[in-house]
């Protein structure tokens, strides 16, 4: 059963116009939500975060929205930029059994920024 | 700046060999952690570790066995490598949040990876 689901696997935009990548999670013991960025042949890097206590947060070109009451979450990027073109993963924090913490990711939406 | 490092970049194994993936992480992070990447599938999670000697099974651990004899280092076995076990393998490190170094929650920070090929 996925926890998160990112259900577009890919996505163009032009340069210099906004990127608006969704992802949607049904556990509502979430409360934590990631975002990395991840290039071919290169290991994931983080983005940007959330807590679940914020709507929305912001880091340069990169904004995250939270939307507890949908489960939904966004990542918008404006403006768009050719190196933006990567895969991109959104993870939200979970408690395992144990009581560790552990990252449960979506599967990757796939975003292609054309000059 | 963090640094996870992983042993090789690309492996090509045959099929029964015994496969060993290391990863080593310079930051002093309890948490490590082994997930594989496969097209359409994103990230999954094998194994992880929160401090020496303890680990928990991930999400897909079957076929898979780690081995945490030092902080900054864990090892991910392949005991009898199979073609399905052709993948990405992904190695990342993290605080434990809450405590001196990491704060409330923690990102994980990912080495490069390694392109496993079993024939």
């Known amino acids: 059963d996925q926890q998160v689901k990112q259900n577009s696997p890919s996505l163009s935009v032009q340069e210099g116009r906004i990127s608006i990548l969704n992802c949607d999670y049904t556990?509502?013991?979430?409360?934590?939500f990631l975002w990395y960025k991840k290039y071919p042949a290169e290991g994931p890097t983080f983005l940007i975060s959330?807590?679940?206590?914020?709507d929305k947060n912001e880091d340069g070109r990169f904004t995250v929205f939270l939307n507890k009451s949908a489960k939904h979450l966004s990542l918008h990027i404006v403006p768009s930029q050719p190196g933006d073109s990567a895969v991109y993963f959104c993870a939200a924090s979970a408690i395992t059994e144990g009581g560790s913490e552990k990252l449960v990711f979506g599967k990757g939406t796939k975003l292609t920024v054309n000059p | 700046d963090v640094k996870v490092t992983q042993s090789s970049r690309y492996l090509v194994k045959r099929t029964g060999e015994k496969v060993f993936l290391e990863c080593v992480q310079d930051m002093d992070h309890e948490n490590m952690f082994w997930y594989r990447q496969d097209p359409g599938l994103g990230l999954r999670l094998i194994y992880f570790?929160?401090?020496?000697?303890?680990?928990e099974k991930g999400d897909i651990p079957e076929g898979y066995s780690v081995s945490r004899e030092k902080k900054e280092r864990f090892s991910l076995i392949l005991e009898s490598a199979s073609t399905n076990q052709t993948s990405m393998y992904l190695c990342a490190s993290s605080f434990i949040p809450g405590l001196a170094g990491g704060g409330i929650y923690n990102e994980q920070f990912f080495g490069p990876g390694t392109r496993l090929t079993v024939l």
């Open positions: 570790s929160y401090d020496v000697k303890m680990k």
């Open positions: 959330i807590s679940s206590i914020k």
């Open positions: 556990n509502s013991m979430f409360d934590y």
